[in-house]
Every structure is written in structure tokens, then in C-alpha cells.
């Protein structure tokens, strides 16, 4: 009896919740950020990169141009990519301009990616999965945050996300209008964000074997077209890049972190040094050594000097490289946050130890109650994140091996490419490079959660029939 009138109610709310996920999700986002601006002030959310995309778009609004400012030199960026400073150009120059941006970004993150992933997901799992990720979208925690920062997550969550919600249109529709769609909507979410391109050309190639093998040769000119689109709309930023440094690149990412990062990684674990020391290190090395300064090592002209240094000492330490890999991936896919950036808006106290995980790892199970002692002053959110970041990764695991399916396939793929391809900062993976596949993920864990369900469901049924 109670397990029907539960039912009832789940069925009346996935009636009704539509609009109540997004009231609920304004709400978080847009009194959130009111919060943050209240407890921490402007000054403390415009920080690290956040500063360098400002500075850019400042330079853009002046009329310098995508140009960065070093010891008074006036030189052109090639580090980063103009996507997002130029998403900024109308609003630097005030703090009222900074506060309308991230007021708008965090509509946009309250609204706009909920229904997307609500939609994709009613077309790649079912409906019931789509209310579930709707409801999961408009609360997850890194969303939040980031809606409330100057960064590139939440701009380029939105235009992939709209990439995939017309290329899944294009390829379920068979038309090419959807795919052109696709194809823009990737070109501005990688001039976003280029650090993720390629993951996106991987995806592409994936797709297109796969229906080559399958003999969908309709859908191959699908995601032909939206590849083609796509390259096109870059081909002017590799053409400028490689104008000035000689690579053909979008970005000075890339083997830079692999030397400065990866590198300085296996250097910490090996000698028991912090990483930030042996990454400072490094930089140093890098002016007698190559006769790069800071600077140069973001400059892919520099790139393959780089590499050949990082690779080089990296295959003198195979056993670290594998120690420290594998850390990184369960880094990536666990890491939460919610400590990070709760400490950086000031909403908790700084805690004696920056990671809860690390200290356990440091001292073992003796570490464990000192942890939780550790965690008073913070209302222990910081382990409240990580279970429940692990949970809802548990529940993606099972969906993803129950329903062993394509789409199962290709995401799978994509989550441990993602995940590789972050692991070039080392040490420095922390929830942030998890963020543009968390949507995927979390339609994945919805899967879990409503299979978990209706597994519940039908093995009470069948019991209470029986025993009547």
C-alpha cells in the first residue's frame, strides 16, 4: 500500500515538475549569486583566469585588439582564444557591467542547460531519465558555481550542448540544416573553450566509423557536414595562430601543460614535494635551459621544445607516471569542489587541510577520524560533496553497464577521453575540468537512478503478489 501511494506520487510530480525544476533552479542560481556578491564582494570572484579573459576583453573594447600586455609590451594572444573575452567586451569596464554578465549567465545556466539536457536526454534514454536529469541539472553544485564566475564553463556547456541537441536532431531527422546548426554551435563553443577540441574531433571520428561500419552512409553525410562546418569556422584562428608562431594550433595549451604540470607532478610525487614548488621550478628551468620565458611557454611556436623536454624525462619514470595516471582519473571523476569554491565565496571557513582525500591517502585509515575532526568548522559539506559526487557516479556506472548499448558506447568513450586529456595539468585536476561532460554524465546517472528505481518497484510488486 505504501509503495503504491509512493508511485502515485512520483507520478503526479513527473507531471508537474517541469516547471517547478526551473523555479527551483532560478532560485539557486540567481539567489545564490546574490549571496556570493554579499559574503564575498566582486573583487574575490574575479580571480586567476577569470582576470586574464577581463583583461582581454578590456583590450578588445579599447581597440588594442586580442592582444596581451606583458611588462608594458603590447604582444598578440596566443594562449587563450577569443570566444569568451568576447562574450565579455559589452560589460568590462564597471563592476555593474561584471555583475549584469554573471546575472545573465547564471539565467542562462538556470534555464537554458536544464531544458537542453531534458531534451537530449528524452531522445537518447527515455522520458522518465529526462525528468530525473532535469531535476539533477537544475541542482548540481558545480553549475552554480560556475554560473557565479567569469570563467568559460557555463558559455561553453550551453553551445555544445545545443551542438549535441542538433546533431541528435540532424542525425535522428536525417537533415542537414541541423547538422550546419551543430557545426556553428561547436565552432563558438571550441573558440570558447579550445582545450576541448579534441574531444570534440574525436567524437566526430567515432561517429563517422561508426556508421561507416553499419552502413549509414545518410548519417555519414550528416556528421560529415558538421565536421566540415566545424573546421571551417576554426580554420581562421589556426590560420592566425600559425601566422604568428609557426603551429598549426588554436591555443598555447597543450604540451605547456604537459611540461609545466604533468611533469612538475611526477617531480612532486617522486621527491615529496608540493607541486605548486616543482611547477614554480620548472618555469625557472625553462629560461638557461631553452631560453623561454613565462611567457614563451604559452607560445605554441615553443611547443615542440617543450615536448621533447616533458617526454623525455617522463619515460625515465614509467612506475610514477602510472601511480600518478591513475590518481588523476579517479581525481577527475570524483573530485567535487564543493570545498573550493564554497571557500573562495566565503560561504566556509578555511579548513587546516585543502583535501579531505589526500590526507586519508597521506596517513590511511588513523587519517580518517582526524579528517572528519578537521571538518567541523565546515559542516563536514566537504565529504558531503564527494558522497554525493560518488553516488551519482555509482549510478551512471551501473546504467552504463546494465544498458551496454551504443549510446552507452560512444559517452563511455568520450568520459575517459575527457578525462585523459585533463590529466595533462597532473596534480591540478580538480572538479573544473570535469564540468563541460557533467551534463552527459548526469543524464547517465538519472539512467542509474530510475533504473535503481523501477527495479525496487517491480521486486515489491512481485512480492506483495505473491504473498496474497
Avoid at 406 to 421: E, K, M
Wanted: aromatic letters at 16%; hydrophobic letters at 55%; proline letters at 4%.
Amino acid at each position: 500500500m505504501l509503495m503504491r501511494c509512493f508511485s502515485k506520487i512520483i507520478a503526479v510530480f513527473v507531471n508537474n515538475h517541469v516547471r517547478l525544476a526551473f523555479i527551483v533552479s532560478v532560485i539557486l542560481h540567481v539567489g545564490g549569486l546574490y549571496i556570493v556578491l554579499h559574503t564575498a564582494g566582486l573583487e574575490n570572484i574575479i580571480y586567476g583566469d577569470a582576470k586574464g579573459y577581463i583583461e582581454l576583453a578590456q583590450h578588445i573594447k579599447d581597440g588594442i585588439g586580442f592582444v596581451a600586455v606583458i611588462d608594458g609590451e603590447v604582444v598578440p594572444e596566443v594562449f587563450r582564444s577569443p570566444g569568451l573575452p568576447t562574450l565579455l567586451v559589452p560589460f568590462v569596464g564597471t563592476s555593474a557591467g561584471i555583475m549584469w554578465y554573471l546575472f545573465i549567465q547564471s539565467i542562462v545556466a538556470a534555464i537554458i542547460i536544464p531544458f537542453l539536457v531534458w531534451k537530449i536526454a528524452n531522445h537518447l534514454f527515455s522520458t522518465r531519465v529526462g525528468a530525473v536529469s532535469l531535476w539533477l541539472v537544475s541542482i548540481e553544485p558545480l553549475f552554480l558555481f560556475f554560473g557565479w564566475l567569469p570563467l568559460t564553463e557555463i558559455p561553453f556547456i550551453v553551445f555544445c550542448l545545443c551542438a549535441v541537441f542538433f546533431l541528435e536532431q540532424a542525425l535522428r531527422l536525417v537533415r542537414t540544416f541541423p547538422a550546419t546548426l551543430a557545426g556553428l554551435c561547436f565552432v563558438v563553443a571550441v573558440y570558447i573553450r579550445p582545450g576541448n577540441v579534441v574531444v570534440i574531433y574525436s567524437a566526430m571520428v567515432v561517429l563517422l566509423l561508426w556508421y561507416l561500419f553499419s552502413r549509414q552512409f545518410y548519417r555519414i553525410t550528416i556528421v560529415f557536414i558538421t565536421g566540415v562546418v566545424l573546421f571551417l569556422g576554426l580554420l581562421p584562428w589556426y590560420v592566425r595562430v600559425s601566422g604568428l608562431t609557426g603551429e598549426f594550433a588554436l591555443a598555447g595549451t597543450g604540451w605547456r601543460n604537459v611540461y609545466t604540470d604533468y611533469l612538475a607532478s611526477v617531480r612532486s610525487l617522486e621527491k615529496g614535494t608540493t607541486f605548486w614548488d616543482e611547477k614554480e621550478q620548472l618555469k625557472q628551468e625553462a629560461l638557461p635551459r631553452f631560453g623561454l620565458s613565462r611567457f614563451d611557454l604559452g607560445n605554441p611556436a615553443y611547443a615542440s621544445i617543450l615536448r621533447d623536454a616533458a617526454l623525455n624525462e617522463l619515460l625515465h619514470s614509467p612506475v610514477t607516471v602510472i601511480k600518478l595516471q591513475i590518481m588523476l582519473y579517479v581525481s577527475f571523476f570524483t573530485n567535487d569542489g564543493w570545498y573550493s569554491y564554497l571557500r573562495r565565496f566565503q560561504i566556509l571557513p578555511e579548513a587546516p587541510r585543502s583535501s579531505a582525500t589526500l590526507a586519508v591517502l597521506e596517513d590511511g585509515l588513523v587519517g580518517v577520524m582526524r579528517v572528519l575532526g578537521e571538518m567541523k568548522g565546515q559542516f563536514f559539506i566537504p565529504i558531503f560533496g564527494r558522497m554525493y559526487t560518488s553516488v551519482l557516479l555509482f549510478a551512471a556506472f551501473l546504467y552504463g553497464v546494465f544498458f551496454r548499448n551504443r549510446v552507452s558506447y560512444f559517452f563511455g568513450f568520450i568520459f575517459i577521453l575527457s578525462a585523459t586529456a585533463s590529466s595533462v595539468i597532473g596534480l591540478g585536476v580538480e572538479a573544473r575540468l570535469r564540468t563541460p561532460i557533467v551534463p552527459f554524465l548526469l543524464m547517465f546517472s538519472a539512467g542509474g537512478l530510475v533504473l535503481l528505481y523501477e527495479t525496487m518497484l517491480y521486486r515489491f510488486l512481485k512480492t506483495n503478489k505473491h504473498s496474497k
